[in-house]
């Protein structure tokens, strides 16, 4: 009687543990770094039993095509630490998306008059203005709509295809790429803040065109209410706009990451 494939998938009759804790180094990376899982608000338990589970499942599809590995402990080292930033670099790329959007909402906030009043973002770990805090939950809303947790899952198990187990390569090409995703990323957040700024300017140009031709208005008394009721327009409006370029972008994301595998497995220049 022939044996089910998915006994055969999760067999464990070839255990390999140095394979097994590198997997968890790649499959910890990602975790640690993919927007919403490395909140605060998440327990330590539960990230790192996800990353337990997430390397069982992926350890027999990933050691049924490496033959046992049995290499010293300053190797062995290396290849952990080499694995993780994999790992980490797969997640980084998704969590500039949400920097972007905290970027943007920072900027956005101070030219919308809620600059003053700052509260705790559940998904990172600094404090936003309030408008920046709503808008990285629509961020995390149109991550999950457009599946962008599945591509940084998909790309996490195709890695072990383009990148060998221990063999990531952090070049010249690495390093320059990064700092492209990290120049996008500020890139990204002036355009969504931009309406904001536009309007901004505006409304501080149309309070200074008044304050010159009625010089007994208190702008004081007047000034912030303008501003705080125009940001408040400008969210509601702007969402269209909002939501259109984070979609663009998180739709992008698994062209990205294909582009940062070739890179990290040394054939991408």
Same mark, same amino acid.
């Given at each position: 009687?022939?044996?089910?494939? $998915? ?14 804790? +590198? ?26 039993? @996800? ?7 992926? #350890?027999? /599809?990933?050691?049924?095509?490496? !033959? ?7 190797? +062995?080292? /290396? ?14 790329? @998704? ?13 956005? %906030? ?11 973002? !559940?998904?990172?770990? @600094? ?5 920046? &805090? $709503? ?11 457009? &599946? ?21 390569? $952090?070049?010249?090409?690495?390093? @320059? ?7 996008? *990323? *500020? ?21 200074? #065109? ?12 007047? %000034?912030?209410?303008? *501003?705080? =009721? %125009? ?9 269209? $706009? #909002? ?10 994301? %698994?062209?990205? =990451? ?12």
């Amino acid at each position: 009687m022939n044996a089910s494939p $998915f006994m055969h998938l999760f067999s464990l009759s070839r255990w390999d543990p140095e394979l097994f804790v +590198l997997i968890l180094s790649r499959t910890s990376g990602v975790l640690i770094a993919m927007p919403a899982f490395n909140a605060r608000a998440v327990p330590t338990r539960i990230k790192a039993l @996800a990353a337990v589970a997430l390397s069982a499942l992926l #350890f027999p /599809l990933v050691g049924a095509h490496i !033959p046992f590995r049995e290499s010293g402990y300053d190797t +062995l080292l /290396l290849e952990i630490l080499s694995e993780f930033v994999v790992g980490v670099s797969i997640g980084f790329c @998704a969590y500039l998306i949400f920097a972007a959007v905290a970027l943007g909402g920072q900027l956005a %906030g101070v030219q919308a008059g809620f600059g003053i009043v700052d509260v705790i973002n !559940p998904l990172g770990v @600094a404090e936003v203005p309030l408008l920046g &805090n $709503f808008q990285t939950q629509v961020a995390f809303l149109i991550f999950l709509a457009t &599946n962008a947790q599945y591509a940084l899952l998909w790309t996490l198990a195709r890695s072990y295809d383009v990148i060998r187990v221990g063999g990531g390569s $952090f070049s010249d090409s690495y390093f @320059a790429g990064i700092t492209h995703l990290v120049g996008g *990323m *500020m890139t990204l957040g002036l355009v969504l803040a931009s309406p904001f700024i536009v309007g901004g300017l505006v409304l501080n140009l149309v309070l200074g #065109f008044l304050s010159k031709m009625m010089p007994q208005m208190n702008l004081i008394s007047l %000034g912030l209410p303008v *501003m705080v =009721l %125009g940001g408040l327009l400008l969210t509601l409006l702007g969402l269209p $706009f #909002f939501s259109a370029v984070l979609a663009r972008s998180m739709g992008g994301l %698994g062209g990205t =990451l294909d582009d940062l595998l070739k890179v990290m497995a040394g054939h991408g220049g």
